[in-house]
């Protein structure tokens, strides 16, 4: 039995996470595992960073804060879906065609790969920016507040393809280090000028607030430049083992230039809609609400606007961060599960997608339940006290485990390169939504859009499901006890982090700010830990997460 070459065994370097080569022994759970912490910490930090920045940003924009954060929500739900045309699909298809030549020991065809996808994403940034910019008064529709905030996003929409190619890349690797850092770095350096542009201009110069929302959303470019900053320390730190594991790699596969483009677009197509899904559907809703209440409600145009708010930004950007748990483990799984597929390993897959949906059950559910439990004080804290506010983020937090399950099993759909038949059940969902959209906002108002999404993709994720257990296999045996306890403990959670809630209002004033500092806190650590206990007591955490555990066991000294 040979040796393998030195260069392809992994090596560390003091602060930084070695490339490594995809033949490393370790189990494909670890790995996901240690990829999920990565992508997690990096997602969640930035989440958070990114709903923090709320207070005393509405704060400052006073009485105006309910028509800016709708006015926000309409700029960012249109730019949204610009930047993933200009991504166009592509990080998550450089990652996985990174990890299929890596497992082939073709890293210098990879790396080509990347090389050429930074002209392509370059070139759709391009023209996406332009489209976005010069189209604003056109995609405003009619709403001129609109145009200044789609001209200050269009700057971001240059720079993040290449920062999210460079992501990609790194995680066809399976190094999730430089992504989660960039990401929050890029959320950082985002939100510092936020806040400081909103003081400046709201506070002390006291001017126009469109124009302060104009400038915290030019944000998104200050942010991707620090983002991509740390790329490129992060490449040029490695370059060198780079260059080592291309030379050193077979190089049987002669690809031509013409048919790399075409594998890059192949592959990124399917990601540009599946990516885009929850922004499509936001879309849906930005264009269909108004009308839809303006025809069956004798509202004003500022109370639609503010329960647009509610829905759209308020909640969303809660929520999120309770979705991004599902965004860091569907990339996670990506280029492991496309690995598996290079390899024909069907045992493998079905290992990996049972384990996703575990790891996604464990850290998703409780985090849901949690966020509708503390619902109101949360919403007192980033917003105001407002009853139907916190009745839309209450469900909301319910709907995003339905978000993100889809992100999730949508993402192992693409691993194992059944990108078009996700496509095709996303437009199932779509319609969907579409039909349930009218009657449930005409009957429900601000929290129809809310229940046609989840049940929107509630159908997508069952089709999904079914799909992947029929060809794959699921191990729905194996998951039946980890998911039962999941469920009990965490509707344990939920109820101790509820009654700590009722019980506090019942003596202290709802419309504080920083009594919601204090409930939100007490109900949260005295839930978390609740969910913490029960799963290190009954070794549930062990199954999840292995004998990692045993240390924070012995610290609570839990036997």
């Not at 929409?157 to 920062?163: C, E, G, K, R, S």
């Not at 959303?217 to 060198?240: E, N």
């Amino acid at each position: 039995m040979s040796e393998e070459p030195q260069n392809n065994q992994q090596t560390t370097s003091a602060g930084f996470q070695p490339l490594r080569n995809t033949n490393k022994e370790s189990s494909s759970k670890d790995k996901m595992i240690e990829g999920s912490a990565w992508m997690t910490a990096g997602s969640i930090f930035s989440r958070i960073l990114g709903a923090i920045y709320i207070i005393p940003w509405v704060i400052w924009f006073g009485s105006m804060s309910d028509n800016a954060n709708a006015l926000f929500a309409k700029g960012y739900n249109i730019y949204s879906f610009f930047l993933i045309a200009a991504i166009a699909g592509i990080p998550s298809a450089i990652a996985k065609q990174v990890a299929h030549y890596n497992t082939i020991n073709e890293f210098a065809v990879g790396q080509r790969l990347y090389k050429r996808g930074l002209l392509l994403s370059g070139a759709t940034g391009i023209i996406c920016a332009l489209i976005l910019y010069f189209g604003a008064p056109v995609l405003s529709s009619g709403d001129v507040n609109v145009i200044p905030i789609l001209h200050s996003l269009a700057w971001a929409v240059l720079v993040i393809p290449t920062m999210s190619l460079t992501r990609g890349f790194f995680q066809g690797y399976q190094e999730m280090a430089p992504s989660a850092i960039s990401q929050f770095v890029e959320q950082l350096a985002r939100v510092v000028y936020m806040l400081v542009t909103a003081f400046l201009i709201m506070k002390v110069q006291h001017g126009n607030w469109v124009s302060a929302v104009s400038q915290s959303t030019f944000a998104a470019f200050i942010g991707a430049i620090g983002g991509m900053l740390v790329l490129v320390f992060y490449y040029l730190r490695h370059r060198s083992r780079l260059r080592e594991l291309a030379q050193n790699s077979k190089q049987e596969l002669a690809i031509p230039t013409k048919q790399l483009y075409k594998e890059i677009i192949a592959q990124a197509t399917p990601f540009i809609i599946i990516g885009s899904a929850i922004t499509i559907f936001q879309l849906i809703d930005q264009y269909s609400f108004f009308s839809i209440m303006n025809h069956v409600f004798n509202y004003s145009t500022s109370l639609v606007n503010t329960l647009y708010a509610d829905f759209a930004f308020n909640s969303n950007k809660l929520v999120m961060i309770v979705v991004s748990l599902g965004s860091a483990m569907a990339i996670t799984a990506v280029p492991m599960l496309s690995e598996a597929k290079t390899r024909g390993d069907k045992r493998e897959i079905n290992s990996q997608i049972t384990d996703a949906l575990l790891l996604f059950a464990f850290f998703m559910i409780p985090a849901a339940l949690g966020m509708a439990a503390v619902a109101q004080p949360l919403n007192t804290l980033f917003y105001h006290y407002d009853v139907v506010g916190t009745s839309i983020l209450e469900v909301s937090a319910y709907v995003s485990v339905i978000l993100g399950l889809f992100t999730v099993i949508s993402a192992i759909m693409q691993g194992v390169s059944e990108n078009v038949r996700a496509v095709a059940y996303f437009a199932i969902g779509v319609v969907v939504k579409l039909v349930l959209q009218y009657p449930l906002v005409a009957y429900l108002g601000a929290m129809g859009p809310i229940l046609s999404t989840g049940i929107g993709f509630c159908v997508v994720s069952w089709l999904i499901l079914r799909h992947l257990n029929q060809e794959y296999g699921i191990g729905f045996k194996r998951m039946s006890k980890p998911i039962s306890g999941i469920l009990g403990f965490s509707l344990l959670t939920f109820i101790v982090a509820f009654a700590v809630v009722r019980l506090a209002y019942l003596f202290l004033d709802p419309y504080s700010k920083m009594i919601a500092v204090v409930v939100c806190v007490l109900a949260a650590c005295l839930g978390g830990f609740v969910y913490l206990y029960a799963t290190l007591k009954t070794r549930l955490a062990d199954v999840m997460l292995g004998s990692r555990v045993e240390r924070i066991r012995r610290l609570l000294r839990i036997h």
